[in-house]
């Protein structure tokens, strides 16, 4: 069986009877190693700190003082948002439980990069035993955000943040072949390179081709 989005973390996760996703201490550490939460050498002592404790208890309470006691603006700002879907997630049995629990609440301040992430892992966990690569690059609708690529006779879409260069309409590799300049390139995911989805998933570079009367 293949693997895909293996990026998403959904193997440090736990799985309940009912097959719902389980928050675990190895998850949330993958959150406090983000680049942006990892202190610089200039960090400040409570911010050096917060961080080895989380990383040894990653469930730990951590009160609003701690936070307002960080002197980079930037890191606490960092870690109110982190802290607040840690806090999401052990709050509820699932980390599905915490999507509904989100989207029903009306008051939703989570980034959607995070509520993103939630949706990707998610989405892995229901789609776990898929062999079509078709049914995973159009799942990928549901976290990444799409563009749509103008093409003569076709309905393409490319990952934002993979076309998203300096051009305003990025062309697909087919296209760069015939002399064009891009900033990305990308190839149409067919049945003649579907096989190359698997090493290619947590890359997000395969154009999904939505013409009528296509796969």
């Not at 309470?61 to 109110?80: H, L, P, S």
């Not at 509820?92 to 959607?112: C, K, W």
């Not at 943040?161 to 697909?172: I, N």
């Not at 296209?175 to 990308?186: K, R």
Request: proline fraction near 6%.
């Amino acid at each position: 069986m293949n693997d895909f989005w293996i990026a998403c973390g959904h193997h440090l996760l736990d799985r309940e009877a009912g097959g719902g996703l389980c928050v675990t201490d190895e998850f949330l550490k993958a959150y406090f190693v983000r680049p942006e939460l990892v202190p610089p050498d200039e960090a400040c002592p409570v911010e050096r700190r917060l961080h080895r404790e989380l990383l040894a208890t990653p469930r730990r309470a951590v009160g609003a003082d701690e936070i307002a006691a960080i002197a980079d603006a930037d890191a606490r700002e960092n870690w109110r948002l982190v802290l607040a879907v840690r806090d999401l997630l052990v709050r509820h049995p699932t980390l599905e439980a915490a999507y509904l629990a989100t989207v029903r609440s009306g008051t939703n301040e989570l980034p959607p990069l995070f509520v993103n992430q939630l949706v990707h892992v998610i989405l892995r966990n229901a789609l776990d035993g898929c062999d079509d690569p078709f049914v995973l690059r159009a799942a990928e609708l549901f976290f990444r955000p799409q563009r749509i690529l103008p093409q003569e006779r076709a309905l393409l879409l490319g990952d934002e943040e993979v076309v998203g260069g300096q051009s305003p309409t990025p062309v697909l590799s087919l296209m760069s072949m015939l002399g064009a300049v891009t900033d990305a390139e990308l190839d149409v995911l067919s049945e003649g390179n579907a096989d190359d989805y698997w090493h290619r998933s947590d890359h997000f570079d395969m154009a999904f081709d939505l013409t009528a009367g296509g796969r």
